[in-house]
Nanobody, 130 residues
């Protein structure tokens, strides 16, 4: 059973920084991973994604401010994912979710590979005040 647990969400002021983490338990092998976010009443949107080899994808909102990284050094059953968020803005306020692409379609450099069939965490709340 694959489980993803996010942490690091908090309330910060505009211009501040946060580092989100996602701990993975269970084998996800070489799955690509990503961070999504969602605001109540809106669709979930991709923020940043990374494949096993480290190639990353960012949304326009995240480019230049956020950095996605991963730690695969503990093996394929204990991978982790991070999201360093700098220069935070009020519009970054959302629930942030970690996802592992463990089911088809395989990640192809777009957000569409990450769907409800994949492994999602429960989310961590980020609130940015002006």
């Amino acid at each position: 059973q694959v489980q993803l647990v996010e942490s690091g969400g908090a309330s910060v002021q505009s211009g501040g920084s946060l580092r989100l983490s996602c701990a993975v338990s269970g084998y996800i092998y070489y799955a690509s991973m990503a961070w999504f976010r969602q605001v109540p009443g809106k669709e979930r949107e991709g923020v940043a994604a990374i494949d096993y080899d480290g190639k990353s994808l960012y949304s326009d909102a995240a480019k230049g401010r956020f950095t996605i990284s991963q730690d695969n050094s503990q093996g394929n059953a204990k991978r982790s994912l991070q999201l360093q968020m700098n220069t935070l803005k009020p519009e970054d306020t959302a629930m942030y979710y970690c996802v592992a692409d463990i089911n088809p379609p395989s990640y192809d450099g777009t957000w569409y590979a990450f769907d409800e069939l994949d492994a999602w965490g429960q989310g961590t709340q980020v609130t940015v005040s002006s």
